[in-house]
């Protein structure tokens, strides 16, 4: 199996997983956030949802400069209908762009940086599992933020304390 392949598998394997997650977000707690230094739960479910547009990002660009462009949603999200919406169209291009790429195009380089000050360079085979992992990472955060808030959460790997009588 080609990386490309294994890079499908996993993202389609994982949407399933944040897809019930991105599910769970109340809307009218979309302001909420736990500390004053995190992230709104909207913020976080916005993010959730934007990460499978970081692989056609990698694969069709050299770099992020947040001092050129940033990396902003490139919708409005009122309610937990476009949070989904979002996800889904992002996780679409995800998958598209994996589909029509080449094994070759994962040993480019790829750099993330804010103007002259480079924050990591690294072949885009490695943001591409980079963005897998913060998928699962923010997805992870995203429960703790449920959990507060008295929301059930759905099983990640098998059922959640949630999902069983343990």
Request: hydrophobic share 40%; glycine share 4%; proline share 6%.
């Amino acid at each position: 199996m080609s990386m490309i392949e294994t890079f499908l598998k996993e993202i389609k394997l994982e949407a399933a997983t944040t897809r019930k997650m991105l599910q769970r977000v109340p809307d009218d707690k979309f302001d909420w956030q736990p500390h004053p230094k995190s992230m709104s739960l909207k913020r976080l479910a916005t993010h959730v949802a934007e990460l499978p547009g970081w692989v056609p990002m990698t694969l069709n660009t050299s770099e992020l400069d947040f001092a050129v462009s940033g990396f902003e949603p490139k919708v409005v999200i009122n309610n937990n209908a476009d949070l989904l919406a979002y996800f889904e169209n992002n996780l679409e291009e995800c998958v598209k762009s994996l589909g029509s790429a080449i094994d070759a195009q994962l040993d480019e380089p790829w750099t993330l940086r804010n103007g002259s000050e480079i924050y990591s360079t690294s072949s885009k085979e490695d943001v591409i599992r980079m963005s897998i992992s913060q998928t699962i990472h923010h997805r992870a955060q995203l429960g703790v933020f449920l959990r507060l808030l008295d929301v059930p959460i759905p099983g990640s790997y098998g059922p959640s304390a949630d999902e069983t009588d343990f």
